[in-house]
């Protein structure tokens, strides 16, 4: 049986860009989060239970952009209703002050 998340998510009114640190691509948007864990969705299927390497765009401060690394955990997937698009549940693995911070931002 699938661990269900025990804390409630706050929806983001604009998605954060999340990339892939492996290969500098786009991986793709953080739709909601919370402390411990977020939903992104993605134009391609993840793997459940695998740990990701990622980068998500700090825009916090205006006059500078800049990305916050982390690794997280796929918890699983599935299709979003626009059949084109995957979502994705993760969790924050080890997540260090700066994206603790960050996500304090917009909790």
């Known amino acids: 049986m699938i661990e269900q998340r025990k804390e409630s998510r706050t929806h983001l009114l ?17 739709v909601d989060l919370s402390p411990n864990g977020m939903l992104i ?9 695998r740990t990701y390497k ?23 997937c599935k299709t979003d209703h626009n059949v084109d698009l995957y979502d994705a549940g993760f969790s924050l693995v080890n997540p260090s002050n700066q994206v603790q911070t960050l996500i304090a931002d917009y909790v």
Request: charge should be negative; hydrophobic fraction near 35%.
């Open 41 to 49: 969705t993605s134009h391609k299927p993840l793997e459940n239970q």
């Open 54 to 76: 990622l980068a998500v765009e700090d825009v916090g401060v205006m006059d500078q952009l800049g990305t916050v690394n982390f690794e997280a955990e796929c918890r699983w």
């Open 14 to 30: 604009y998605y954060l860009r999340v990339f892939d640190r492996n290969s500098d691509t786009l991986f793709g948007h953080v």
